[in-house]
């Protein structure tokens, strides 16, 4: 592994000491003060006594607490050191992905165990003797001869602390912004795939951003990987989602929804709205630089990183995370790729090769800890369809049976014109399916979602055709 790797990997998993009560405790069983060179080593025989003694890490509370004053004096240039790596540690530990250091601990062990096998067989070999080969080969077969086991035998039915965990553990989740959904935990989740099923340019970019920008604002880490636009086109498109830009200052129709005393979907109706901010003013720049600097290092927890069509292979991408981890030590909690179909495959066993893929991404999601998006394109059937459903995913269906939860978009030509569209739950592992939604959208601002309702029954129907004039049943 190479040293700066294991640097980033040894300061995560110390962060992970320090401030993560749970898999704290489960790293603190494996390691010991002399798996962490330097600075790191010092800092972790105290945090590892800590937690021996008081059973917890000692936190922002107390960590700099097991130090002496002499070892942070500021105006001590020795010391200068020991404080930054505390501060970089208290840094790391408001967005930890506790979960998948834990599970990277055990490379971390052996790395550094390895690691220092190679130094005492160099030390050992460069003083020679007739014994230095077979003290150089007991030091390299003693260090490739450990395996830290993580191996679990599972959970027996009979076990009740830990079998009824599944009544309190949840998978953690991320809002969609979609209220009806977001009630009932459905959408973005780790360890999960979200597939989203929408014909061509109806907007699954859009969804891509929405996701995107709804989990940072939950303080998620996000990387949004766009195998179809450059990365300046999904940059203004996630301005235009967070300020409301619009690309000119025409008006726009935005469709408002109307509701009983019990919030019951009556209708709708259209309202002609000019944006308040639009790329086409010349003070634009300055303004939204004083927006984005407002945000600050918020905007730091959202990465963008576009790929040729169909040059990204899994490896790649695989890649590029670690990469992440290791030069900007960013590990995601949220992994949108717009879209998988895009990513390079077997062209003489297309079908088979996609659905692969989507098994991959899905085991990739599991093994980093994190959520899953993946919209993809329906086939021709669906364009302008009045309802797209799951076998309408192009190339293999067997993309659907991997996904956790799939979403389909509808809305047929007249819709599009109003700014309305259909959201369905084709597929959710533990509510029901079949649940549809209206929204309300505004492309022009770059809101994917404005307002959304519960559909049900013909009166939306007929009023969509009493504001046409026409035939609004688009596809069958």
């Keep these: ?38 600075l790191y080593n010092q800092i972790a025989s105290a945090v590892l006594n800590y937690r021996k003694k008081y059973n917890k890490p000692p936190g922002h509370a107390h960590l700099e607490d097991l130090f002496s004053r002499a070892k942070l004096d500021p105006s001590d240039r020795k010391t200068h050191a020991l404080r930054q790596a505390l501060i970089g540690l208290a840094n790391q530990a408001e967005s930890l992905n506790g979960e998948y250091v834990a599970g990277r601990a055990q490379d971390f ?134 300020f409301g830009i619009a690309r000119r200052p025409d008006q726009y129709t ?20 000019k944006p308040k901010l639009d790329f086409a003013d010349p003070g634009i720049r300055k303004i939204l630089r004083g927006k984005i600097n407002h945000w600050g290092a918020r905007f730091k927890r959202l990465v963008i990183k576009s790929f040729p069509s169909g040059s990204l292979t899994l490896n790649q991408l695989r890649g590029y995370l670690d990469y992440l981890e290791l030069v900007h030590k960013f590990i995601p909690d949220v992994l949108i790729i717009d879209y998988p179909d895009l990513m390079k495959t077997d062209a003489d066993n297309l079908r088979i090769s996609t659905g692969r893929l989507f098994v991959d991404l899905r085991g990739l999601g599991d093994e980093r800890n994190m959520a899953m998006v993946a919209p993809t394109q329906s086939n021709r059937a669906g364009i302008g369809a009045k309802r797209v459903s799951s076998s309408s995913a192009s190339e293999d269906i067997s993309k659907v049976f991997t996904a956790d939860t799939v979403l389909t978009y509808s809305r047929t030509e007249p819709e599009a014109g109003l700014g309305l569209a259909r ?13 549809q939604l209206l929204l309300t959208q505004s492309y022009a601002t770059g809101q994917y979602v404005l307002e959304s309702a519960f559909l049900a029954g013909s009166s939306y129907w007929e009023r969509l055709k009493e504001l046409t004039g026409g035939d609004i049943d688009g596809n069958e």
């Design 1 to 38: 592994m190479p040293e700066q790797f294991t640097e980033s990997l040894q300061e995560a998993v110390l962060a992970v000491l320090a401030f993560d009560q749970k898999h704290g405790a489960l790293i603190s069983a494996h390691v010991q003060p002399e798996h962490f060179d330097g």
């Design 109 to 242: 062990v052996r790395s550094q165990k390895l690691k220092g096998a190679l130094r005492s067989a160099n030390e050992r070999y460069l003083q020679g003797g007739d014994d230095a080969v077979s003290d150089v080969e007991g030091i390299l077969h003693t260090a490739l001869r450990f395996r830290q086991t993580t191996l679990d035998a599972g959970t027996f039915l009979s076990d009740a602390n830990k079998a009824l965990d599944f009544m309190t553990k949840q998978a953690e989740f991320y809002s969609t912004g979609i209220r009806q959904l977001d009630n009932i935990d459905l959408g973005i989740a780790r360890k999960q795939l979200l597939l989203y099923i929408a014909p061509k340019g109806s907007g699954k970019s859009w969804f891509c951003v929405n996701a995107g920008r709804q989990a940072l604002l939950q303080k998620a880490k996000v990387c949004h990987i766009s195998l179809e636009m450059d990365e300046g086109r999904v940059l203004a498109r996630y301005y235009q989602s967070f």
């Design 254 to 273: 935005r469709p408002v929804l109307e509701f009983d005393a019990l919030e019951r979907l009556t209708g709708f109706k259209l309202r002609k709205n």
């Design 423 to 435: 959201l369905t739950v084709e597929h959710a592992r533990d509510t029901d399916t079949g649940m």
